[in-house]
Nanobody
Framework: QVQLEESGGELVQTGSSLRLSCVGS????????VAWFRQAPGNEREFVAS????????YYSDSVKGRFTISKDRAANTMYLQMNSLKPEDTAVYYC??????????????????WGRGTQVTVSS
């Protein structure tokens, strides 16, 4: 089974950019949908973005659309989340996840069976 490890989170100022990485080990992402979720203190874990590892559509939450971009390096079995124009409300622990959701459930946490431990992103105002 694939195992996930995120990195790249740090403390940045409003308007900055960050790129998060999620490396998969133990198995390829092939056949999976890869996704990013985030969880701020006191809040539930919420969907950020997802994409089929091979082809298919990419989905973003309304709160990050136009600012965040998910990308994939298939040779390195790594996915990325490029985050631009960061805002204080983007502060959260960011998790990568893999699963096999159908299109209508791609934003549901329950659709993803493997999760990383998360990386902290803090955006100061």
């Amino acid at each position: 089974q694939v195992q996930l490890e995120e990195s790249g989170g740090e403390l940045v100022q409003t308007g900055s950019s960050l790129r998060l990485s999620c490396v998969g080990s133990g198995s390829s992402f092939s056949g999976y949908t890869v996704a990013w979720f985030r969880q701020a203190p006191g809040n539930e874990r919420e969907f950020v973005a997802s994409s089929r590892w091979h082809g298919g559509s990419t989905y973003y939450s309304d709160s990050v659309k136009g600012r965040f971009t998910i990308s994939k390096d298939r040779a390195a079995n790594t996915m990325y989340l490029q985050m631009n124009s960061l805002k204080p409300e983007d502060t959260a622990v960011y998790y990568c996840a893999v699963g096999r959701p159908i299109t209508s459930t791609t934003m549901n946490r329950a659709s993803y069976s493997v999760w990383g431990r998360g990386t902290q992103v803090t955006v100061s105002s």
